[in-house]
């Protein structure tokens, strides 16, 4: 049995539905947390754009089935005219982070904190002794810092700021060669 053809319409009287577009052409939903609208400027500190840094970093293993590879944070940077006590912080709560800027700022000064706020939106509050810098904090610190920099065997002995900036800046210094071996 032949199906019937279905009549041509008039010119000009197209059915609507046969110019809807298919489902798979449909734009791609909107993103519950739209990046803040700052320019580039904005998020660049000693030359690293941190919002890109930071788009890369919430991708790594360390951080899978976490919050971060689920929504991006917000991300915000405050610029101090000198270095601070406390060079940045998070908020696991709200999801968001700082980090500040500082002249002479250096880019391991600043990865360091960036990563370092990153793993507290993962971890937040463990249930274990120093719940924000226990154990679980270092282990994950040191994972991330290997996985995103190739750090190696500084986390169980710190997480005080610092330590893992000079690592970052001796590993940027070498060949990417000497790197890898590192
Ligand atoms: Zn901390």
Redesign the pocket.
């Known amino acids: 049995m032949r199906l019937r053809r279905t009549k041509r319409r008039p010119a000009g009287k197209e059915s609507p539905a046969g110019k809807r577009q298919p489902p798979e052409r449909a734009p791609s939903p909107v993103k519950r947390t739209a990046p803040a609208r700052r320019p580039p400027a904005y998020f660049t500190v000693a030359g690293i754009r941190l919002d890109l840094e930071l788009e890369r970093l919430r991708g790594l293993p360390a951080f899978a089935d976490g919050p971060l590879t689920k929504r991006r944070p917000e991300l915000k940077v405050r610029r101090a005219s000198t270095r601070p006590n406390r060079v940045g912080f998070a908020v696991p709560a709200e999801h968001r982070l700082q980090v500040t800027a500082y002249p002479g700022i250096r880019p391991g000064d600043v990865l360091e904190t960036l990563l ?1 706020e990153l793993v ?1 939106l993962h971890v937040g509050r463990a249930r274990e002794a120093h719940a ?2 226990g154990r679980t904090f270092k282990t994950t610190l040191a994972r991330a810092m290997e996985e995103a920099y190739g750090v190696r065997g500084v986390g169980a002995r710190s ?1 005080l700021h610092g330590a893992y900036a000079e690592a970052i800046e001796r590993l940027r210094a070498k060949p990417q060669l000497e790197m890898d071996l590192a």
Do not use: M, R, V, Y
Request: hydrophobic share 20%; proline share 0%; aromatic share 20%.
């Open positions: 370092h507290h924000w810098h997480t």
